[in-house]
């Protein structure tokens, strides 16, 4: 059973820095080839895909985040990571973190909001200006 469970959310002012994390447990040999992403969705708006990264260690980012966000993944903790600089008000929202192991490996570009068939509970980053 795939887990996927996020921290690092918070509150921060504009032009700051969080970094989130996503600790996922259950992975087994059949899982070796996944797209895992960082999904937002702030209240009233849309599902946004941020960024993914794919079992061959190639990313992908929406281009509202480029230049100032980074996915990274540590094999050995098995943690997803997304670092996030220069803070804007509209990067509040919910982020969820997501896998897919059903697409042979391959994460779309732009990342995908919804191509995931496990999801985490979320953590909220709030930015104020």
């Known amino acids: 059973q795939v887990q996927l469970v996020e921290s690092g959310g918070g509150s921060m002012q504009a032009g700051g820095s969080l970094r989130l994390s996503c600790a996922a447990s259950g992975f087994g040999y059949t899982n070796s080839r996944y797209c895992m992403g960082w999904i937002r969705q702030a209240p009233g708006k849309e599902r946004e895909g941020v960024a993914a990264?794919?079992?061959?260690?190639?990313?992908t980012y929406a281009d509202s985040v480029k230049g100032r966000f980074t996915i990274s993944k540590d094999n050995a903790k098995n943690t997803l990571y997304l670092q996030m600089n220069s803070l804007k008000p509209e990067d509040t929202a919910m982020y969820y973190c997501?896998?897919?192991?059903?697409?042979?490996?391959?994460?779309?570009?732009?990342?995908?909001?919804?191509?995931?068939?496990?999801w985490g509970r979320g953590t909220q980053v709030t930015v104020s200006s």
């Open positions: 997501a896998a897919n192991f059903a697409g042979g490996g391959y994460c779309y570009t732009p990342p995908s909001a919804y191509e995931y068939n496990y």
């Open positions: 990264f794919a079992s061959d260690g190639s990313t």
